[in-house]
Structures are given as C-alpha cells and as structure tokens.
C-alpha cells in the first residue's frame, strides 16, 4: 500500500491530488500516516509506529487505520494498485 506519487502533501497536513483537483485537509495523526505510506510502511508497521504514539488498544487502532486506509482509497490518495490489496 502506498501513496500515489502525485500526491502532494504540505506541512500542514494538507493534501492535493493533481489528476482530479481535489485536495483535503488532515490532522496530525493522518499527516503521519501518509508519512509513512510514502516511506512504504505496511499496515502493521504503521500500526507499531501508532501505538508507541497513543495511549489505546490495538484493536482501536487497527480500526482507525483502516477507516482512513478506506478513506484514502475512495479519494484516490492511494496508489490503485495497491489499495485494493489492504
């Protein structure tokens, strides 16, 4: 899984797809997941890098992982290729 290439991400959490025009505004915690993506980080490693971040459960983050991971997919952030093989 990772982040199409002409994605574009500021600072500010703030992204902007090229191919379609559309650009959407993250918080820290999604600004550093697309990080990751970029760095091809998969699920789990994101996962382990997200839990030494946030006092909760795995469970919740696995759960909040994938809502985004969805998110992403729909908004076409995420390489077509390899959303599909979440």
Do not use: C, H, W
């Amino acid at each position: 899984m990772k982040i199409s290439q002409n994605i574009a991400i500021s600072e500010n959490g703030f992204l902007f797809n090229p191919a379609t025009g559309d650009s959407f505004s993250t918080n820290d915690t999604g600004k550093e997941i697309v990080r990751l993506l970029q760095e091809g980080k998969n699920q789990a490693q994101i996962l382990d890098a997200m839990e030494g971040l946030f006092a909760t459960d795995r469970a919740s983050l696995e759960k909040d992982l994938a809502d985004f991971l969805y998110m992403l997919g729909n908004y076409r952030i995420l390489d077509a290729n390899t959303a599909q093989s979440r």
